[in-house]
Protein backbone atom coordinates (compact mmCIF):
# COMPACT_ATOMS: atom_id res chain seq x y z
CA UNK A 1 0.00 0.00 0.00
CA UNK A 2 1.28 3.46 -0.81
CA UNK A 3 1.82 5.98 2.16
CA UNK A 4 3.26 9.48 2.22
CA UNK A 5 3.96 11.52 4.74
CA UNK A 6 3.73 14.91 5.04
CA UNK A 7 5.00 17.81 7.17
CA UNK A 8 1.70 20.99 7.76
CA UNK A 9 3.38 24.25 8.76
CA UNK A 10 1.34 26.64 10.63
CA UNK A 11 1.46 30.56 9.47
CA UNK A 12 1.39 33.76 11.17
CA UNK A 13 0.03 37.13 10.04
CA UNK A 14 3.03 39.76 9.76
CA UNK A 15 0.52 42.01 8.65
CA UNK A 16 -2.90 41.83 8.64
CA UNK A 17 -5.83 45.05 7.37
CA UNK A 18 -8.80 44.73 6.66
CA UNK A 19 -10.33 47.58 3.67
CA UNK A 20 -13.45 46.67 3.49
CA UNK A 21 -16.55 44.69 2.41
CA UNK A 22 -16.61 42.49 -0.57
CA UNK A 23 -20.19 42.06 -2.58
CA UNK A 24 -19.50 38.08 -1.94
CA UNK A 25 -20.00 38.94 2.30
CA UNK A 26 -16.08 38.56 3.13
CA UNK A 27 -13.74 40.73 4.09
CA UNK A 28 -11.46 42.59 1.62
CA UNK A 29 -7.91 41.54 2.79
CA UNK A 30 -4.42 42.89 2.55
CA UNK A 31 -1.92 40.67 4.40
CA UNK A 32 1.74 39.00 5.03
CA UNK A 33 1.36 35.60 5.57
CA UNK A 34 4.69 33.55 6.88
CA UNK A 35 4.99 29.88 7.52
CA UNK A 36 6.82 28.52 10.62
CA UNK A 37 8.52 25.53 11.72
CA UNK A 38 5.59 24.12 14.29
CA UNK A 39 3.54 21.77 11.96
CA UNK A 40 1.05 18.95 12.09
CA UNK A 41 1.85 15.98 10.21
CA UNK A 42 -0.38 14.04 7.89
CA UNK A 43 0.11 10.37 6.47
CA UNK A 44 -2.11 9.32 3.70
CA UNK A 45 -2.13 5.88 2.76
CA UNK A 46 -3.71 3.89 0.34
CA UNK A 47 -6.52 1.38 2.01
CA UNK A 48 -8.41 -1.79 0.15
CA UNK A 49 -11.62 -0.47 2.26
CA UNK A 50 -13.38 2.09 0.09
CA UNK A 51 -13.80 5.45 0.84
CA UNK A 52 -12.09 8.32 2.97
CA UNK A 53 -10.95 7.38 7.06
CA UNK A 54 -9.83 9.86 9.33
CA UNK A 55 -8.14 9.81 12.66
CA UNK A 56 -6.22 12.83 14.74
CA UNK A 57 -3.95 12.70 17.16
CA UNK A 58 -6.22 15.44 19.26
CA UNK A 59 -9.37 14.17 20.58
CA UNK A 60 -10.87 17.82 20.18
CA UNK A 61 -10.34 18.14 16.27
CA UNK A 62 -13.67 16.83 14.56
CA UNK A 63 -12.50 13.22 13.05
CA UNK A 64 -15.49 13.34 10.41
CA UNK A 65 -16.58 14.82 7.26
CA UNK A 66 -16.43 18.52 8.57
CA UNK A 67 -12.53 18.06 9.15
CA UNK A 68 -10.95 20.59 6.48
CA UNK A 69 -8.43 17.47 5.79
CA UNK A 70 -11.24 15.45 4.87
CA UNK A 71 -13.32 17.90 2.80
CA UNK A 72 -9.07 17.67 0.27
CA UNK A 73 -9.82 14.12 0.21
CA UNK A 74 -13.66 14.43 -1.15
CA UNK A 75 -12.93 17.14 -3.65
CA UNK A 76 -10.41 15.49 -5.14
CA UNK A 77 -12.33 12.14 -5.12
CA UNK A 78 -15.59 14.38 -6.92
CA UNK A 79 -12.75 16.38 -10.08
CA UNK A 80 -11.55 13.42 -10.74
CA UNK A 81 -13.89 10.29 -11.13
CA UNK A 82 -12.00 8.32 -13.25
CA UNK A 83 -9.21 8.17 -11.21
CA UNK A 84 -11.58 7.31 -8.46
CA UNK A 85 -12.97 4.21 -10.22
CA UNK A 86 -9.70 2.54 -10.11
CA UNK A 87 -8.97 3.76 -6.67
CA UNK A 88 -10.09 2.11 -3.30
CA UNK A 89 -10.35 4.04 -0.42
CA UNK A 90 -7.70 6.88 1.62
CA UNK A 91 -7.01 6.83 5.49
CA UNK A 92 -5.38 10.10 6.56
CA UNK A 93 -3.63 10.29 10.32
CA UNK A 94 -3.16 13.63 11.64
CA UNK A 95 -0.20 14.08 14.23
CA UNK A 96 -1.45 17.46 15.75
CA UNK A 97 1.00 19.75 17.16
CA UNK A 98 -0.84 23.24 15.97
CA UNK A 99 -3.24 23.72 18.35
CA UNK A 100 -6.97 24.82 17.41
CA UNK A 101 -8.55 27.89 16.99
CA UNK A 102 -5.04 29.69 16.84
CA UNK A 103 -4.76 31.78 14.40
CA UNK A 104 -2.42 29.86 13.02
CA UNK A 105 -4.18 28.18 10.22
CA UNK A 106 -3.73 24.66 11.96
CA UNK A 107 -7.06 23.13 10.22
CA UNK A 108 -5.77 24.95 6.78
CA UNK A 109 -2.66 23.55 6.85
CA UNK A 110 -3.92 20.17 6.99
CA UNK A 111 -5.94 20.64 4.33
CA UNK A 112 -3.14 21.52 2.10
CA UNK A 113 -0.69 18.73 3.08
CA UNK A 114 -4.23 15.89 1.83
CA UNK A 115 -4.57 17.75 -1.56
CA UNK A 116 -0.70 17.44 -2.19
CA UNK A 117 -0.89 13.76 -0.82
CA UNK A 118 -4.13 12.91 -2.93
CA UNK A 119 -1.89 14.44 -5.96
CA UNK A 120 1.21 12.41 -5.03
CA UNK A 121 -0.69 9.14 -4.18
CA UNK A 122 -3.13 9.30 -7.27
CA UNK A 123 -0.38 10.50 -9.64
CA UNK A 124 -2.34 13.04 -10.64
CA UNK A 125 0.48 15.26 -12.24
CA UNK A 126 -1.38 18.64 -10.42
CA UNK A 127 1.09 21.84 -10.82
CA UNK A 128 1.23 24.13 -7.78
CA UNK A 129 -0.85 26.58 -9.37
CA UNK A 130 -3.91 23.79 -10.06
CA UNK A 131 -3.05 22.75 -6.29
CA UNK A 132 -3.83 26.03 -5.13
CA UNK A 133 -6.79 26.87 -7.16
CA UNK A 134 -8.58 23.85 -5.42
CA UNK A 135 -7.11 24.83 -2.38
CA UNK A 136 -9.40 28.36 -3.13
CA UNK A 137 -12.18 26.15 -2.94
CA UNK A 138 -12.33 25.03 0.65
CA UNK A 139 -10.66 28.20 2.11
CA UNK A 140 -8.66 31.31 2.19
CA UNK A 141 -5.86 30.19 4.05
CA UNK A 142 -4.73 26.88 2.00
CA UNK A 143 -3.88 28.07 -1.22
CA UNK A 144 -0.67 29.96 1.20
CA UNK A 145 -0.43 26.73 3.17
CA UNK A 146 0.25 24.52 0.08
CA UNK A 147 3.50 26.79 -1.08
CA UNK A 148 4.26 28.51 2.33
CA UNK A 149 7.36 30.97 2.30
CA UNK A 150 6.41 34.64 2.78
CA UNK A 151 3.98 35.83 0.98
CA UNK A 152 1.57 38.92 0.30
CA UNK A 153 -2.09 37.28 0.69
CA UNK A 154 -5.18 40.03 -0.82
CA UNK A 155 -8.40 39.07 -2.03
CA UNK A 156 -9.64 36.60 0.43
CA UNK A 157 -6.27 36.03 1.61
CA UNK A 158 -6.39 33.28 -1.79
CA UNK A 159 -4.58 35.84 -4.05
CA UNK A 160 -0.68 35.43 -3.53
CA UNK A 161 2.28 37.26 -4.42
CA UNK A 162 5.59 35.75 -3.07
CA UNK A 163 7.88 37.93 -0.96
CA UNK A 164 11.60 37.15 -0.32
CA UNK A 165 12.52 34.63 1.85
CA UNK A 166 12.90 35.82 5.35
CA UNK A 167 14.33 32.42 7.20
CA UNK A 168 16.54 33.90 9.56
CA UNK A 169 14.19 35.06 12.06
CA UNK A 170 13.18 33.57 15.26
CA UNK A 171 10.25 33.49 17.26
CA UNK A 172 7.99 32.73 20.44
CA UNK A 173 4.60 32.00 20.47
CA UNK A 174 2.23 31.77 23.36
CA UNK A 175 -1.42 30.62 23.72
CA UNK A 176 -4.00 29.64 26.11
CA UNK A 177 -4.69 25.79 26.10
CA UNK A 178 -8.52 26.63 26.72
CA UNK A 179 -8.95 30.03 24.72
CA UNK A 180 -9.94 29.28 21.20
CA UNK A 181 -11.20 32.31 18.88
CA UNK A 182 -13.58 32.00 16.66
CA UNK A 183 -12.16 32.99 13.03
CA UNK A 184 -15.97 34.51 12.19
CA UNK A 185 -16.88 36.06 15.43
CA UNK A 186 -13.32 38.15 15.12
CA UNK A 187 -14.61 39.39 11.71
CA UNK A 188 -18.14 39.99 12.39
CA UNK A 189 -17.31 42.21 15.22
CA UNK A 190 -14.74 43.89 13.29
CA UNK A 191 -17.49 44.57 11.15
CA UNK A 192 -20.40 45.11 13.66
CA UNK A 193 -17.65 47.79 15.75
CA UNK A 194 -15.53 49.37 12.37
CA UNK A 195 -18.04 48.63 9.98
CA UNK A 196 -19.00 52.52 9.26
CA UNK A 197 -15.18 53.40 8.25
CA UNK A 198 -15.24 50.91 5.73
CA UNK A 199 -14.98 52.73 2.04
CA UNK A 200 -18.25 53.41 0.34
CA UNK A 201 -17.34 54.11 -3.07
CA UNK A 202 -15.55 52.32 -5.34
CA UNK A 203 -12.18 55.13 -5.76
CA UNK A 204 -12.10 54.68 -1.90
CA UNK A 205 -12.21 51.13 -1.86
CA UNK A 206 -9.10 51.01 -4.20
CA UNK A 207 -7.51 54.20 -2.47
CA UNK A 208 -7.63 51.89 1.24
CA UNK A 209 -6.40 49.19 -0.79
CA UNK A 210 -3.21 51.01 -2.48
CA UNK A 211 -2.63 52.38 0.82
CA UNK A 212 -2.29 49.11 2.45
CA UNK A 213 -0.30 47.86 0.00
CA UNK A 214 2.01 50.28 0.42
CA UNK A 215 2.62 49.64 4.08
CA UNK A 216 6.07 49.76 5.14
CA UNK A 217 6.13 46.18 6.28
CA UNK A 218 6.65 45.03 2.81
CA UNK A 219 9.29 47.82 2.31
CA UNK A 220 10.98 46.02 5.34
CA UNK A 221 10.42 42.85 4.10
CA UNK A 222 12.20 43.98 0.13
CA UNK A 223 15.14 44.91 2.63
CA UNK A 224 14.59 41.79 4.65
CA UNK A 225 15.54 44.29 7.28
CA UNK A 226 14.26 42.23 11.00
CA UNK A 227 14.30 45.33 12.73
CA UNK A 228 12.10 47.05 10.32
CA UNK A 229 9.91 44.27 9.97
CA UNK A 230 9.31 43.94 13.68
CA UNK A 231 8.41 47.81 14.18
CA UNK A 232 5.90 47.50 11.63
CA UNK A 233 4.19 44.29 12.19
CA UNK A 234 0.22 45.44 12.40
CA UNK A 235 -2.71 43.33 12.88
CA UNK A 236 -6.54 45.22 12.78
CA UNK A 237 -8.39 42.78 14.45
CA UNK A 238 -6.27 43.24 17.36
CA UNK A 239 -8.60 45.91 17.64
CA UNK A 240 -11.37 43.42 18.23
CA UNK A 241 -9.59 40.81 19.95
CA UNK A 242 -7.59 42.25 23.04
CA UNK A 243 -10.66 44.13 24.76
CA UNK A 244 -12.34 41.42 24.47
CA UNK A 245 -9.59 38.71 25.72
CA UNK A 246 -7.33 40.68 28.43
CA UNK A 247 -5.09 37.66 28.85
CA UNK A 248 -4.30 38.29 24.92
CA UNK A 249 -3.52 41.53 25.96
CA UNK A 250 -1.49 40.44 28.64
CA UNK A 251 0.79 37.84 26.97
CA UNK A 252 1.73 40.93 24.37
CA UNK A 253 1.76 43.46 26.94
CA UNK A 254 4.63 40.84 28.83
CA UNK A 255 6.21 40.01 25.98
CA UNK A 256 6.79 43.53 25.37
CA UNK A 257 8.07 44.62 29.14
CA UNK A 258 10.66 41.84 28.17
CA UNK A 259 12.24 43.31 25.22
CA UNK A 260 10.82 41.28 22.00
CA UNK A 261 12.08 43.07 19.12
CA UNK A 262 8.18 43.07 18.33
CA UNK A 263 5.29 41.19 19.37
CA UNK A 264 1.34 41.11 17.59
CA UNK A 265 -1.53 38.69 17.53
CA UNK A 266 -1.74 36.07 14.68
CA UNK A 267 -4.65 35.79 12.97
CA UNK A 268 -7.98 35.96 14.72
CA UNK A 269 -5.94 35.09 17.66
CA UNK A 270 -5.65 33.74 20.60
CA UNK A 271 -1.91 33.03 19.88
CA UNK A 272 0.59 35.82 20.56
CA UNK A 273 3.85 36.13 18.89
CA UNK A 274 7.52 37.42 19.54
CA UNK A 275 9.98 37.66 17.20
CA UNK A 276 13.51 37.36 18.23
CA UNK A 277 17.15 37.86 16.26
CA UNK A 278 18.61 34.96 17.38
CA UNK A 279 16.90 30.91 18.82
CA UNK A 280 18.95 31.58 22.07
CA UNK A 281 17.25 35.17 22.31
CA UNK A 282 13.85 33.25 22.33
CA UNK A 283 14.70 30.60 24.56
CA UNK A 284 15.41 33.12 27.03
CA UNK A 285 12.02 35.19 26.61
CA UNK A 286 10.11 31.94 26.25
CA UNK A 287 11.67 30.77 29.92
CA UNK A 288 11.15 34.13 31.22
CA UNK A 289 7.49 33.79 29.79
CA UNK A 290 6.88 30.84 31.92
CA UNK A 291 7.82 31.95 34.98
CA UNK A 292 6.13 35.12 34.70
CA UNK A 293 2.83 33.48 34.20
CA UNK A 294 3.44 30.43 35.68
CA UNK A 295 0.54 28.77 34.44
CA UNK A 296 -0.06 25.04 33.46
CA UNK A 297 -2.83 26.43 30.79
CA UNK A 298 -0.12 28.90 28.76
CA UNK A 299 1.45 26.87 26.13
CA UNK A 300 4.86 28.06 24.75
CA UNK A 301 6.85 27.06 21.61
CA UNK A 302 10.12 28.36 20.59
CA UNK A 303 10.34 27.99 16.31
CA UNK A 304 11.60 29.78 13.58
CA UNK A 305 10.48 31.76 10.11
CA UNK A 306 10.19 28.68 7.29
CA UNK A 307 10.63 29.30 3.95
CA UNK A 308 8.40 26.10 2.40
CA UNK A 309 4.80 25.01 2.65
CA UNK A 310 4.08 21.28 2.30
CA UNK A 311 6.95 19.09 2.41
CA UNK A 312 7.00 15.60 1.50
CA UNK A 313 8.81 13.85 4.63
P1 LIG B 1 -7.25 30.39 10.95
O1 LIG B 1 -5.95 31.00 11.35
O2 LIG B 1 -7.23 29.85 9.53
O3 LIG B 1 -8.46 31.17 11.27
P2 LIG B 1 -7.36 28.79 13.32
O4 LIG B 1 -5.94 28.41 13.67
O5 LIG B 1 -7.94 29.93 14.07
O6 LIG B 1 -7.39 29.04 11.76
P3 LIG B 1 -8.09 26.05 13.12
O7 LIG B 1 -7.30 25.44 14.20
O8 LIG B 1 -7.57 25.88 11.74
O9 LIG B 1 -8.31 27.60 13.46
O10 LIG B 1 -9.56 25.46 13.19
C1 LIG B 1 -10.69 26.17 13.48
C2 LIG B 1 -11.90 25.23 13.41
O11 LIG B 1 -11.82 24.36 12.28
C3 LIG B 1 -11.98 24.35 14.62
O12 LIG B 1 -13.07 24.78 15.37
C4 LIG B 1 -12.20 22.93 14.11
O13 LIG B 1 -13.41 22.40 14.57
C5 LIG B 1 -12.26 23.03 12.60
N1 LIG B 1 -11.34 22.10 11.91
C6 LIG B 1 -11.64 21.40 10.80
N2 LIG B 1 -10.62 20.65 10.40
C7 LIG B 1 -9.61 20.84 11.27
C8 LIG B 1 -8.29 20.34 11.37
N3 LIG B 1 -7.79 19.46 10.50
N4 LIG B 1 -7.51 20.80 12.38
C9 LIG B 1 -8.01 21.71 13.26
N5 LIG B 1 -9.25 22.19 13.21
C10 LIG B 1 -10.06 21.78 12.23
Known amino acids: MRSYSLLAPAKINLYLGIVGDRPDG ?3 LVMVLQSI ?36 ADLIYQRFPEVAKRQSGVSI ?15 SADCAAVLVGMDLLWDLGLTQSELQTLAAELGSDIPFCVGGGTALATGRGELLDPLPDLDNLHLVLAK ?32 KQQALRSSQ ?16 LYNDLERVVLPEYPQVQALRDRFEAFGAMGTMMSGSGSTVFALCKTASQAEGLKIQMESAFNDPDLELWVTQFRSTGIQIL
Open 176 to 207: YRDLPVSTPWAYQTFRRTFGTEYPTTPDAFIA
Open 37 to 72: GLADRVTITETTQPGIHLTCSDSEVPQDDTNLAYKA
Open 93 to 107: AIDKQIPMGAGLAGG
Open 26 to 28: FHE
Open 217 to 232: MLRAIADRNPDAIAQH
